[in-house]
């Protein structure tokens, strides 16, 4: 059974930093594709990033495109996000997606992690 | 990168069958036969329902089907049942090697 399962959501202040893991199994990590994808609150589905299995190619949307940074252990079955310079924009749930593709679509998703950026 | 267009809300009947349109660019739909459809009930992660236009993932009901002409892509649901309710939201590859969602269409069984 596939298993994902996202932490590190937490209360981050304005221009703080956060990093998300998220722990995969049930399915060969190292070959697949995983992504973030986001929801605020009340709102709908907006994707993040994907990271290729290979672990060097990445794809961000245009709005945390230096900002966040993905990243994998394959050795660990574990998928991050390190998301610096955060605003208010950036609360949300977010969740970890298996890509059933190189970049998508995502075919198992975690429970997700929520991260609210206030002072 | 705009969001694809899909109408707020639609509602059925149990029985009935209702279509939730979603409308791209050239850059995104049109250009690609990578639409995607999700099935999210409150509070729960989405659910993949449809992938690649009309593809349906094993375990997903053949009431659901995935159309595409030109910038719009459609999803049917066939014979509503009162677990349908959910929000549905599609997405599709798009130029630059991204992904885009649509806003998300809420779905009442009456």
């Known amino acids: 059974e596939v298993q994902l399962l996202e932490s590190g959501g937490d209360l981050v202040q304005p221009g703080g930093s956060l990093r998300l893991s998220c722990a995969a199994s049930?399915?060969?990590?190292?070959?697949?594709?995983m992504a973030w994808v986001r929801q605020a609150p009340g709102r709908g589905l907006e994707w993040v990033s994907t990271?290729?299995?290979?672990?060097?190619?990445?794809h961000y949307a245009d709005s945390v495109k230096g900002r966040f940074t993905i990243s994998r252990d394959n050795s660990k079955n574990t998928l991050y996000l390190q998301m610096d310079s955060l605003g208010g924009e950036d609360t949300a749930e977010y969740y970890c997606?298996?890509?059933?593709?190189?970049?998508?679509?995502?075919?198992?998703w975690g429970q997700g992690t929520l991260v609210t950026v206030s002072s | 990168q705009s969001a694809l267009t899909q109408p707020a809300s639609v509602s059925g009947s149990p029985g009935q069958s209702i279509t939730i349109s979603c409308t791209g660019t050239?850059?995104?739909?049109?250009?690609?036969?990578?639409v995607s459809w999700y099935q999210q009930h409150p509070g729960k992660a989405p659910k993949l329902m449809i992938y690649?236009?009309?593809n349906r993932p094993s375990g997903v009901s053949n009431r659901f089907s995935g159309s595409k002409s030109g910038y719009t892509a459609s999803l049917t649901i066939s014979g509503l049942q009162a677990e349908d309710e959910a929000d549905y939201y599609c997405?599709?590859?798009?130029?630059?090697?991204?992904?885009?969602f649509g806003g998300g269409t809420k779905l009442t069984v009456l």
């Open positions: 997606a298996k890509a059933q593709g190189v970049i998508d679509p995502f075919d198992y």
């Open positions: 049930g399915f060969t990590f190292s070959r697949s594709s």
């Open positions: 990271i290729r299995a290979d672990g060097v190619t990445t």
């Open positions: 050239s850059s995104d739909i049109g250009g690609y036969n990578f």
């Open positions: 690649d236009v009309s």
């Open positions: 997405s599709s590859y798009a130029s630059g090697s991204t992904v885009i």
